[in-house]
Structure formats: structure tokens, C-alpha cells
């Protein structure tokens, strides 16, 4: 079975550094790739994803993912954290079949100023 | 253009109470999913949808029920609510290919 392994459940980090929120999934053939945003009490917000062609993506609000299909990894990074980016972040796969999506458990990432 | 509407946003219930939370979407999408989300276990899929009239069993469906009469329209119902089921709900659509999902703004519900 697909798993998608968030490294982290909290990761700091001070305003204006970089931040790295880190997504490992099993898959033997390119998924497609999500990361999404959760701000306190509110919905999630697609982020960026990869389904295709460049494997450098980027979103909103800064961030940018790489898809290294050797390391099976998606990694969310943006160069300068500012207080705004305080959230829950999520990364998903897509299923075999692209009917659903495998979610990871979250990273909760903290601001310090 | 709402996107995905969830009703009720919040609701309190007595153990044993039932319920039906609505979700709506006009963006003309296929799939559609409910979710639960409680603290430290990230989103857990209850039942999903991939057209009018189908449902399917999620990762945890037991005590809830859905349908799907129309497109644009999926039903969660808890027959007889458990304080187990205290949760924030999220409603998702999505369409074919890697389309990604779109999730509603959720509703707290809260069972005593």
C-alpha cells in the first residue's frame, strides 16, 4: 500500500530563515504530488503540485517543491519564513487508481520572530 | 462562484442524536470526498464518490452514511451520533486525472 511519511509533526524555524518541510512517499511509478496548507480554523489550500513534466515546482505564497523520483521525495522549501507561513502543511499522493489521495500526517510549522 | 459549500459550519448533538451535514459544489466535479480531521491524525477518509449515484467505503466509515442523488450534492448522515465522532468534518471535490482536491471550509461538530 502507498504511505506518505511527513518527517516532523513540528519544525521551527526563525522569520526570515529557510524552511524545509520534508515528504517521502513509496510509489514504483511517478505519482502525481501535492502539498497543501491549513491555517488555524480553516480549510486546506492547494499549495503546488506535480503531475508532470518539471520536476521544480512552484506555488503560492512563495514556496516552491522539488519531485526527486530517484529519493522518492517532494520536499516543500521557501528561501525566507515570514510570521504569515505559521500553518499545518500536508502532503499527498495520488492512488493507483487516482481516485483518492494518501495523506501524510501534517508538519506544524512555528514561526519565531 | 462558492467552490464547495459545507452546512451546517457548526453543530452540537447529544449521543444518540442523528444528522445529515450537506456538501455542495459548483465546480461540475466527479469525485467527491468526506474526510474527518481530529488532532494529531491528520485526515482520515470516511466515504467518497466518483459520480452521481456511487459511493464508496473510505478508511473509516463505520457510523456514517452518504449519497450521492445529485452531482452537485454529497450526503454525510450519522445515524446515531457517539461522542467518538466529536471531529472537524471536510468535504473535497476534485476532477479527473492529477487534478488535485478542493476542500470546503469544514464543519465542527461536536457530539455530548
Known amino acids: 500500500a502507498q504511505s506518505v511519511t511527513q518527517l516532523g509533526s513540528h519544525v521551527s524555524v526563525s522569520e526570515g530563515a529557510l524552511v524545509l518541510l520534508r515528504c517521502n512517499y513509496s510509489s514504483s511509478v511517478p505519482p502525481y504530488l501535492f502539498w497543501y496548507v491549513q491555517y488555524p480554523n480553516q480549510g486546506l489550500q492547494l499549495l503546488l503540485k506535480y503531475t508532470t513534466g518539471a520536476t521544480l515546482v512552484k506555488g503560492i505564497n512563495g514556496f516552491e517543491a522539488e519531485f526527486k523520483k530517484s529519493e522518492t521525495s517532494f520536499h516543500l522549501t521557501k528561501p525566507s519564513a515570514h510570521m504569515s507561513d505559521a500553518a499545518e502543511y500536508f502532503c499527498?499522493?495520488?492512488?493507483?487508481?487516482?481516485?483518492?489521495?494518501?495523506w501524510g500526517a501534517g508538519t506544524k510549522l512555528i514561526i519565531k520572530p | 462562484n462558492a467552490g464547495v459549500t459545507q452546512t451546517p459550519k457548526f453543530r452540537v448533538l447529544k449521543t444518540g442524536q442523528s444528522m445529515t451535514l450537506l456538501c455542495a459544489q459548483d465546480m461540475n466535479h466527479e469525485y467527491m470526498y468526506w474526510y474527518r480531521q481530529d488532532p494529531g491524525m491528520g485526515l482520515r477518509l470516511i466515504h467518497y464518490s466518483v459520480g452521481e449515484g456511487t459511493t464508496a467505503k473510505g478508511e473509516v466509515p463505520d457510523g456514517y452514511n452518504v449519497s450521492r442523488l445529485k452531482k452537485q450534492n454529497f450526503l454525510l448522515g450519522l445515524e446515531s451520533a457517539a461522542p467518538s465522532q466529536t471531529s472537524v468534518y471536510f468535504c473535497?471535490?476534485?476532477?479527473?486525472?492529477?487534478?488535485?482536491?478542493?476542500f470546503g471550509d469544514g464543519t465542527r461538530l461536536s457530539i455530548l
Open positions: 473535497a471535490v476534485r476532477g479527473q486525472g492529477g487534478q488535485p482536491q478542493h
Open positions: 499527498a499522493v495520488s492512488d493507483w487508481g487516482n481516485y483518492q489521495l494518501i
